[in-house]
């Protein structure tokens, strides 16, 4: 598929800026430097997480006509809880699906970077996004007109191996664009793939998303998402991608541990 034919909210980071606030691209350069101020605590999150709000912006000079702070969210470390089956630090993961995303070209995740000197400690901070909490996935599969960017949902929570893609983890921002969030389980080198988006199960994979994964595939992980994953962890991903794209089909579920989530939103 021609690049101008692809779903609207896929692309890289550089050139899309919304009406309030930095482009992407600024807002990761700020997410990175800026002083975080702890707001509270999310209090859905099973791990600790916090919202903070990046000192400084909010003028005119980082905020685009001036309208308020930027706000992200702050995944600490020594907030994750332990789990038996996958590997400490998931705030790691948190930033290689970004890296995966834009690797890819795609841009369903939001800026997120890792900070050492964070309130509490080495974590994960990603640019928080306001959206419509009644609109999920459930809710653009419905609409019926949002196929091409669900797809790249789909193709990327399988090559990531993302095993806890709730519905409620893929929001529209107020501009309309599809985000996903919440990739704490994701790169396990272990089949883990858990997901509500299984409507495309069987069906052909868009030309344009296999090109992108032939691309991956032949060029190797960027080194920015290498250092966030063990050797096993980055061949699994390549592995994934090769695969997809040479059968071309969305997967089936498979494997003896449910598919999906829970809960599902």
Same mark, same amino acid.
């Given at each position: 598929?021609?690049?101008?034919?692809?779903?609207?909210?896929?692309?890289?980071?550089?050139?899309?800026?919304?009406?309030?606030?930095?482009?992407?691209?600024?807002?990761?350069?700020?997410?990175?430097?800026?002083?975080?101020?702890?707001?509270?605590?999310?209090?859905?999150?099973?791990?600790?997480?916090?919202?903070?709000?990046?000192?400084?912006?909010?003028?005119?000079?980082?905020?685009?006509?001036?309208?308020?702070?930027?706000?992200?969210?702050?995944?600490? $470390?020594?907030?994750?809880?332990?789990?038996?089956?996958?590997?400490?630090?998931?705030?790691?993961?948190?930033?290689?699906?970004?890296?995966?995303?834009?690797?890819?070209?795609?841009?369903?995740?939001?800026?997120?970077?890792?900070?050492?000197?964070?309130?509490?400690?080495?974590?994960?901070?990603?640019?928080?996004?306001?959206?419509?909490?009644?609109? $999920?996935?459930?809710?653009?599969?419905?609409?019926?007109?949002?196929?091409?960017?669900?797809?790249?949902?789909?193709?990327?929570?399988?090559?990531?191996?993302?095993?806890?893609?709730?519905?409620? $983890?893929?929001?529209?921002?107020?501009?309309?664009?599809?985000?996903?969030?919440?990739?704490?389980?994701?790169?396990?080198?272990? $089949?883990?793939?858990?997901?509500?988006?299984?409507?495309?199960?069987?069906?052909?994979?868009?030309?344009?998303?296999?090109?992108?994964?032939?691309?991956?595939?032949?060029?190797?992980?960027?080194?920015?998402?290498?250092?966030?994953?063990?050797?096993?962890?980055?061949?699994?991903?390549?592995?994934?991608?090769?695969?997809?794209?040479?059968?071309?089909?969305?997967?089936?579920?498979?494997?003896?541990?449910?598919?999906?989530?829970?809960?599902?939103?």
């Amino acid at each position: 598929m021609p690049a101008d034919q692809r779903p609207p909210s896929t692309g890289r980071v550089s050139g899309w800026r919304p009406g309030t606030g930095p482009s992407l691209e600024e807002a990761a350069e700020l997410l990175a430097t800026r002083e975080l101020v702890v707001e509270g605590r999310l209090p859905w999150s099973s791990n600790l997480t916090f919202l903070v709000t990046l000192e400084g912006t909010g003028d005119t000079a980082d905020a685009a006509d001036g309208r308020g702070p930027l706000q992200a969210v702050y995944k600490p $470390h020594q907030g994750e809880q332990s789990l038996w089956d996958f590997p400490d630090g998931l705030y790691r993961r948190e930033v290689a699906a970004f890296q995966l995303s834009e690797a890819l070209g795609w841009g369903l995740v939001p800026p997120t970077v890792l900070r050492d000197d964070a309130p509490f400690g080495p974590g994960s901070v990603q640019l928080f996004i306001a959206a419509d909490y009644e609109r $999920h996935y459930f809710t653009f599969l419905e609409d019926g007109e949002r196929e091409g960017e669900l797809q790249a949902f789909c193709a990327f929570d399988v090559v990531a191996n993302n095993a806890d893609r709730k519905s409620g $983890h893929v929001l529209a921002a107020a501009d309309d664009r599809l985000w996903g969030i919440d990739h704490g389980l994701c790169f396990h080198v272990q $089949h883990k793939l858990r997901t509500v988006i299984w409507d495309y199960a069987d069906e052909e994979v868009p030309r344009w998303i296999v090109d992108d994964l032939e691309r991956l595939v032949a060029n190797g992980l960027p080194d920015d998402l290498l250092a966030l994953l063990s050797p096993a962890e980055a061949k699994a991903v390549l592995d994934r991608a090769a695969r997809l794209a040479a059968e071309g089909v969305f997967p089936e579920p498979y494997g003896d541990r449910s598919p999906y989530p829970w809960p599902l939103v």
